[in-house]
């Protein structure tokens, strides 16, 4: 069969992906296998591939793939997430640029535009993961509003309220302006920025005594009820039960004493504004204090504010400042730098807001899943890890799960009444309706409810993936045989939103872990270690790279680099290494192929290089399964590039070729074969295109039950170490003599002959070898060294190849000269330092040492140089 000079990645990824899912090799059912079992982390609905993606997925399919190969039954499930907050203002864009207000439509009205949207749009990104070789179960995709789905969310809300774990109440809560919804703690990313520390004037009440106090938000003043100082302060004690005067406003406020207030920071002397900061809310509840709320949902000023009514916070912050200053108020203005909170998703400051929401109650609720990832029931990789887990897990707060949108799992509570206790949890208005009754005694009809209009935080749903998508709140086949699955990959970023949330759920509606094993995997950076992302525009689009470098290039070049939760510096040129690969590949597939095996005797060479290669391939299959038990993932990768383009493609195909007139014999051409056949079965996981391919024109197979994609993984075996080991010395003799032919320009066809001397020969049996690689006509063993010789040591013993005809001796004299003269040079400057007490008395030990090395290094090598002169009569 002729074989193309240049591999085609398009045509050839195209006709193996759709070759795999005709015949179904992705999909599973429960059997009598061992499963294999991999959830996708579910990409928002509005995703499209990034970096990122790739990296994760790339990783996921490897180990889907090796399992599958084990002969286990792989599942790999994919979906999508609903994502509330990124795809509802994905909506409210669109209908903005189509002249809609989303406030002009009834909640009906705009989920059936969200849905347009999400058929229309939704589910790219999973198309987009078949180019990369994802062989997900792709029968199996899920989405997390499919009915089965959203009905498990709602029992799970119904379950856990029964339980007293779900509360309704009144907190301080992050409050997103923007996507005017609340956010739990994990959904907000603290930023270090330059701010303004502005020192301001309050009058003591009734005296001409004034206090300052330091504040970055000025706009809050508004809504101040209480002045509070440490009671051990003495510079303030006089002040104790005194009032002071807010500026603007006029308002009285108590002066209060709090152990709370740090006396040696600032001026000691706090506001407390109960309605706009986290620990002044505390301090409000603790002792009573007035609560103001000064601002809208939307982040402008409130009629409760009493001035700047309307106007947005940050535009009002500058102007209080100037008004204040005016009113004679303001102390100084400072830089300062500070940690603001932003939203996760639309990436605006947020505001402690309180609010009615409902939470989850997780102190107790959380211990199990804490405890089991402690004890290694859940293992995490790498470990470290561990220490960030069990900080959050210990430090836990209530989960608020309310969020003011409309797409989503809407929060199943029916309202009869204005009380705060009149609600019922239930599943439908109908089912309300028989609570109420048995609640108050009351017949209600549905026209007398009211649902809640929230929606369900999106990790309420995502935390229940590894049992939904096997739907396993309602029937137990699957779920009981697909559960626990075996391993996730995630990123660290939410390791809380997401993974350690799964935990809990697991244990908490299973009785079980949800997997086995958490590999993180590192964040995508460019090559100046900037995260990827489009505002600085240095992300590639990985559907380009894919057409570019192929899709196993890509692959390959995302691998070379990402050590288990290291960060991953990408750089194109990576993309590029894979792409050679993948042709070295083909060219050494092509080289074989073009063979034409007859019955002959093998030669002595080929029966050296096949038995190492059998003894190599053993020790490599024993690397990888290790790497892989690890989840080295970026070492599964080097082992195989280095094996395949070193010993395979340069030292094995080169020792077992047939010499020029020749053709191979048919014993060591099956051995070449079967060892391609296994290389290619080590690869497949990792660059699936290309080696299903090269499987298919390496050898003819008979049909679909001979397709590499579900071939048996290379079980390995015993192997001799130490005749790999002798290979290994014998290929560095040969680069050796080759380089003494290349620097003295010795051409290949003239043969030459090779000294050795020295016990214990650990190439005794690879003679042949050396002499067919480097056209060696005679090895003389322990005779006399020639005099006139280019010699060197490997190890214990010392080889040398005479001069011959062709050899320049003055030239090789006055080489050795140069470079022996060039030494001394290097010896002296490197004693003289040694010489000097200063340094070696205050030098940094290792660097001493370093020095008195290259002493060591540079005497033997001067004496070698004069021995050799010695023997050229110099």
């Known amino acids: 069969m002729e074989i193309s000079k240049l591999y085609d990645p398009a045509s050839t990824e195209d006709k193996w992906y759709a070759y795999w899912l005709e015949n179904r090799y992705f999909n599973s059912k429960p059997d009598d296998r061992e499963p294999y079992t991999v959830v996708i982390p579910p990409p928002n609905v509005t995703g499209v591939l990034h970096m990122g993606h790739m990296l994760n997925n790339t990783i996921q399919d490897v180990l889907v793939r090796k399992a599958r190969m084990e002969g286990k039954n792989a599942c790999w499930v994919p979906g999508v997430d609903h994502a509330s907050i990124a795809t509802e203002a994905k909506v409210v864009q669109k209908l903005r640029k189509e002249g809609i207000k989303k406030s002009d439509l009834s909640r009906d009205e705009f989920l059936e535009h ?95 005594e004034w206090v300052t106090i330091a504040t970055t938000r000025p706009e809050t003043i508004l ?12 510079r303030y004690k006089h002040l104790h039960g005194k009032k002071a005067i807010v500026p603007m406003v006029n308002r009285e406020i108590p002066i209060i004493t709090d152990e709370y207030v740090e006396m040696e920071f600032g001026t000691g002397c706090l506001k407390i504004t109960p309605a706009h900061d986290v620990n002044d809310y505390d301090l409000g509840a603790k002792h009573n204090l007035e609560t103001i709320d000064i601002l809208n949902a939307d982040g402008t000023l409130s009629e409760d504010a009493g001035f700047y009514i309307g106007e947005d916070r940050f535009d009002v912050r500058k102007k209080i400042a100037i008004d204040l200053k005016e009113a004679g108020h303001m102390v100084k203005e400072e830089d300062y730098t500070n940690k603001v909170g932003y939203s996760e ?33 859940v293992q995490f990789w790498p470990p470290k890890f561990k220490n960030s887990y069990r900080h959050w897990m210990e430090n836990v707060k209530d989960w608020c799960i309310s969020r003011q949108l409309w797409w989503g799992h809407r929060i199943p509570a029916f309202y009869f009444g204005e009380g705060k206790d009149d609600y019922v949890i239930a599943r439908t208005a109908e089912e309300a309706i028989t609570k109420v009754k048995a609640k108050t005694g009351r017949d209600v009809s549905a026209a007398d409810l009211s ?75 460019d090559k100046q270690g900037r995260k990827m992302s489009k505002s600085l525009g240095n992300s590639p689009d990985p559907i380009e790279l894919m057409k570019q470098y192929g899709a196993d290039g890509v692959r390959a070049g995302m691998l070379f680099s990402s050590p288990a939760g290291n960060d991953l510096l990408f750089d194109e040129s990576l993309c590029e290494q894979g792409r050679n690969f993948s042709n070295k590949i083909w060219n050494a597939l092509r080289l074989v192929k073009s063979w034409a095996p007859e019955e002959r005797d093998t030669p002595e060479v080929a029966t050296i290089a ?62 070449v074969i079967g060892h391609f056949e296994t290389l290619l079965k080590l690869l497949h996981p990792l660059m699936p295109f290309i080696t299903e391919e090269m499987w298919h024109l390496l050898s003819e197979r008979q049909g679909p039950k001979e397709a590499l994609v579900i071939a048996k993984w290379p079980e390995g075996g015993s192997y001799d170490a130490d005749f790999i080991k002798g290979f290994d010395i014998a290929t560095e003799l040969v680069t050796q003599i080759r380089n003494v032919r290349k620097q003295n320009q010795i051409p290949n066809k003239i043969a030459i002959d090779l000294y050795v001397a020295g016990e214990n020969d650990p190439l005794t049996g690879f003679y042949a070898l050396v002499k067919r690689m480097t056209n060696v006509e005679n090895i003389h063993m322990n005779e006399e060294m020639p005099g006139q010789a280019f010699s060197f040591v490997i190890g214990q013993m010392s080889y040398a190849v005479p001069f011959g005809e ?15 003269n060039y030494t001394r040079g290097f010896l002296k400057s490197v004693q003289k330092k040694l010489s000097n007490e200063r340094f070696v008395n205050n030098a940094p030990e290792q660097v001493v040492a370093s020095e008195k090395k290259k002493e060591a290094d540079a005497l033997a090598k001067i004496s070698v140089l004069e021995e050799k002169l010695a023997g050229l009569g110099a």
């Open 114 to 208: 969200a849905w347009e949207w999400k058929n229309k749009h939704g589910g790219i990104i999973l198309e987009q993961l078949k180019k990369l070789g994802a062989s997900c179960d792709w029968e199996r995709e899920t989405f997390t509003m499919d009915p089965d789905y959203s009905r498990s969310v709602i029992d799970t809300f119904l379950d856990l309220y029964e339980k007293g774990l779900i509360y309704r109440g009144q907190r301080m809560i992050n409050w997103d302006p923007a996507a005017k919804t609340a956010l739990s703690d994990e959904e907000v990313i603290h930023k270090e920025v330059n701010s303004k520390l502005y020192h301001v004037r309050y009058q003591v009440a009734g005296t001409d």
């Open 451 to 525: 649902q809640d209009e929230d929606v369900l935080d999106t990790w309420f749903s995502s935390w229940l993936w590894p049992i939904s998508v096997f739907n396993g709140f309602y029937t137990k086949e699957e779920v009981d045989y697909y559960y626990p699955t075996n391993d996730l990959v995630t990123a660290p970023e939410i390791m809380f939103f997401w993974v350690a949330r799964m935990i809990i759920a697991g244990y908490e509606f299973r009785g079980e872990k949800p997997f086995k094993n958490v590999y993180y995997t590192g964040i995508v950076r």
């Open 806 to 820: 062709t050899v320049d001796v003055e030239g090789q004299k006055s080489k050795l000269e140069e470079e022996l």
């Open 345 to 377: 998703r639309t990436d605006v400051p947020i505001e402690p807001r309180i609010s009615l929401q409902w939470f989850v109650k997780m102190k107790d609720f959380s211990k199990p899943a804490l405890d089991h990832v402690m004890n290694d029931d």
């Open 610 to 671: 096949t038995e190492w290669m059998d003894n190599k391939l053993n020790q490599v299959i024993e690397e990888v399964n290790d790497y892989y038990s690890k989840f080295r993932i970026s070492d599964v990768l080097m082992t195989c590039y280095k094996f395949a383009w070193n010993d395979f493609f340069s030292w094995y195909l080169e020792a077992v070729k047939p010499a020029y007139g020749e053709q191979i014999d048919t014993v060591t051409y099956q051995k």
């Open 223 to 234: 809504g101040d009820t209480a002045i509070c100082v440490h009671p051990d302060d003495e």
